[in-house]
């Protein structure tokens, strides 16, 4: 193990010491005390992660992993607007140090109808909608990562600038949506429209005094890109097919969910064609299945085996791992903290482990800015 990398920018000072002040705040209170004069002003979320991560062979390393601030208004289930802001340091990523938009749209419903405008998650897949601030484990899959639509796709955080219209009708409900292509936060280069539409189907009861819940469906997206680089999603595929990816990118999404008592199980399925207008097709394909036990409240014990191939007709080596993490969550003040670690099989990749360990904490939850 080499030496402690940590960091530390004039900007991300402020946010640590945001974030240590908050401790001594009680958050979860903040959102009863007060009532705002009218429900469209705006109320305010924010909670920060701060992620030790341990690589073998490799480095360590201290990052503020994720603080958001979140502006909600409106009425649920009627009309609401939403505006997600994120800030992170020292992940080694390409959205370190800069503020970024993720989300910034407006919801409402006509008739049975819903309506989503603005800058929002595309819907494709189950685990990318699971909130960051409360999954079993520290991070996604690498699948779910890297083979959703918009997955590592610049600095779009997974988003989209578009319209999308969901119905339902007893236990199916229907999303599709129309995307400008490109990703958010950066040049569209006539990378659309994209397509998206998903399908599913839920239902839940009880059985022998467990309270049960089942969910399944798909998602497809289709759409034609005149410059897409999609170079780091596809990691190991010569950089001269993904770069600068001109051509028909379709993709395909299985998911399935299901909880009995105090046992969650879930599992997805990815699969993505690239036609290139010259050149050679290929496809990208991955897949999880995971099991979480709830044994005591607020504690979570997970197992997760994950995988992905960026070309799944070449011997280009696929992501391969297995998972173990455990989560608390404290009972009277907003914390959670969560750690697992995962090994690598075969020669999936150039690590054989990777431990993490992140604290969580709450600033504010549905907090009225005035009242």
Request: aromatic fraction near 14%; charged fraction near 20%; charge should be positive.
């Amino acid at each position: 193990m080499v030496a402690t990398r940590w960091s530390v920018g004039y900007r991300t000072l402020g946010a640590l010491a945001v974030f240590a002040i908050g401790f001594g705040m009680p958050a979860s209170g903040w959102a009863q005390e007060h009532r705002p004069l009218s429900s469209w002003l705006p109320r305010l979320s924010s909670y920060a992660q701060i992620r030790y991560t341990e690589h073998d062979p490799g480095r360590d390393a201290w990052g503020l992993r994720r603080s958001k601030l979140i502006f909600d208004g409106g009425h649920s289930g009627k009309a609401r607007y939403h505006v997600q802001v994120i800030y992170k340091h020292n992940n080694g990523s390409r959205t370190d140090d800069t503020l970024y938009v993720q989300d910034a749209y407006f919801a409402f419903h006509a008739g049975k109808v819903g309506w989503t405008i603005g800058q929002f998650k595309p819907p494709f897949g189950l685990e990318r909608f699971e909130p960051d601030a409360r999954l079993y484990f520290v991070d996604r899959t690498e699948a779910t990562n890297r083979l959703i639509v918009n997955g590592k796709l610049g600095q779009s955080f997974a988003r989209d600038r578009g319209v999308q219209m969901d119905v339902g009708w007893k236990a199916w409900r229907l999303s599709a949506g129309v995307f400008a292509g490109g990703g958010a936060n950066q040049n569209q280069k006539s990378n659309g429209p994209l397509g998206v539409v998903r399908l599913q189907w839920k239902r839940r009861g009880a059985w022998r005094g467990h309270r049960w819940f089942v969910r399944v469906g798909g998602a497809g997206s289709t759409r034609h890109a005149d410059d897409l680089d999609l170079s780091h999603a596809l990691k190991g595929v010569p950089k001269l097919w993904v770069k600068h990816f001109a051509g028909d990118d379709r993709r395909m999404n299985l998911f399935a969910e299901g909880k009995l008592g105090r046992f969650i199980g879930q599992a997805e399925v990815f699969r993505a064609w690239l036609n290139p207008d010259s050149g050679v097709s290929w496809k990208a394909q991955g897949a999880y299945g995971q099991l979480v036990v709830l044994p005591a409240k607020g504690v979570s014990l997970a197992l997760r085996n994950a995988w992905m191939t960026p070309d799944a007709d070449t011997p280009v080596p696929a992501v391969h791992n297995w998972t173990v993490a455990a989560a608390y969550d404290f009972r009277n003040i907003p914390l959670r903290l969560i750690t697992d670690y995962a090994w690598y099989v075969g020669d999936s990749s150039s690590m054989s482990h990777v431990w993490r360990f992140q604290i969580q904490y709450v600033f504010a939850k549905g907090m009225p800015l005035t009242h």
